[in-house]
């Protein structure tokens, strides 16, 4: 079992920029292929980006393209979310989660998850 710990979320202006980390402990970081996930007040959790297990390939939702980046760093355990040009639609709870078995835009397919981070973006 991983253990997932987000920080670097935050109060931001429109146009800034943010970078969330996600702490892993507990096994092996490079065993489980990683993503982040968002939730706004009201709405459903939804996908933001994704990233292999070596870091080689990448994914992310037309939302966030162009303006976020993910990355992960095996050697200290860490996941990253590089986030640009923030707008006020951005706002939620982000969190990262893990899987040993696939890596999909499924929130289901994903065994484990942190407690979330808030990125609040004004306007």
């Known amino acids: 079992q991983v253990q997932l710990v987000e920080s670097g979320g935050g109060l931001v202006q429109a146009g800034g920029s943010l970078r969330l980390s996600c702490a892993a402990s507990?096994?092996?970081?490079?065993?489980?292929?990683m993503a982040w996930f968002r939730q706004a007040p009201g709405k459903e959790r939804e996908f933001v980006a994704s990233?292999?297990?070596?870091?080689?390939?990448?994914n992310y939702a037309d939302s966030v393209k162009g303006r976020f980046a993910v990355s992960r760093d095996n050697a200290k355990n860490t996941l990253y979310l590089q986030m640009n040009t923030l707008k006020p639609e951005d706002t939620a709870v982000y969190y990262c989660?893990?899987?040993?078995?696939?890596?999909?835009?499924?929130?289901?397919?994903?065994?484990?998850w942190g407690q979330g981070t808030q990125v609040t973006v004004s306007s």
């Open positions: 507990g096994r092996t970081f490079s065993n489980y292929a």
């Open positions: 990233i292999s297990w070596t870091g080689g390939s990448t």
């Open positions: 989660a893990a899987s040993r078995i696939s890596i999909t835009n499924s929130p289901r397919t994903y065994q484990y």
